[in-house]
């Protein structure tokens, strides 16, 4: 089954394949160093995820990268930070363990509240795919987002 895999790309690099170090028989990859993201469970009265169609991610921490071949990205994903809540806020993870690791199997909400150490969040801005995106602001930091393709077992 193939399915498509929001992320963050991070680097991206050539590396040289083959049975040993300096061997004729090496091949050049062109490779990705990413983050990916995992989706959060609809949440009821969630206006964005109900009316608009947007999906909420969230990162895992600590944070675990990947590396892909190139070729598996897809095309950009326009990926926000979430504004009101940058990471899952404290007391909102269910309290029961099989029910957090089903909704949410590397999720991490904040020791504290306000503290900022739990798992960050997005969102697919789907309005950006609906009606174009708008330029970045000068000198801002823009970290390309992604759709991949991953295939699973």
């Known amino acids: 089954m193939i399915a498509c895999v929001p992320g963050r790309v991070i680097l991206f690099f050539k590396a040289s394949v083959g049975p040993g ?3 004729a028989d090496s091949e050049q990859k062109s490779l990705a160093f990413i983050d990916d ?11 964005l995820t ?7 991610l969230y990162s895992m921490v600590p944070a675990v990268y990947y590396v892909i071949d190139v070729w598996r990205i897809l095309g950009p994903a326009p990926i926000i930070h979430n504004p009101v ?3 899952i806020p404290h007391g909102f993870l269910s309290k029961s363990r099989s029910v957090r690791a089903r909704d949410y199997p590397h999720g991490k909400e904040e020791s504290k509240a306000g ?8 969102i697919v801005n789907m309005w950006a795919l609906i009606w174009g995106s708008h330029k970045p602001t000068p000198g801002a930091l823009v970290l390309p ?3 991949f393709e991953c295939v699973s077992p």
């Not at 109900?50 to 909420?56: K, V």
């Not at 503290?115 to 997005?122: A, N």
Request: hydrophobic share 25%.
């Open 145 to 147: 987002n992604v759709m």
């Open 50 to 56: 109900s009316e608009f169609n947007c999906a909420r």
């Open 85 to 87: 809540h940058p990471s």
């Open 115 to 122: 503290r900022g150490d739990g798992s960050r969040q997005w």
């Open 37 to 47: 993201y995992w989706r959060m469970p609809v949440q009821s009265g969630d206006v």
């Open 21 to 23: 170090p300096h061997c």
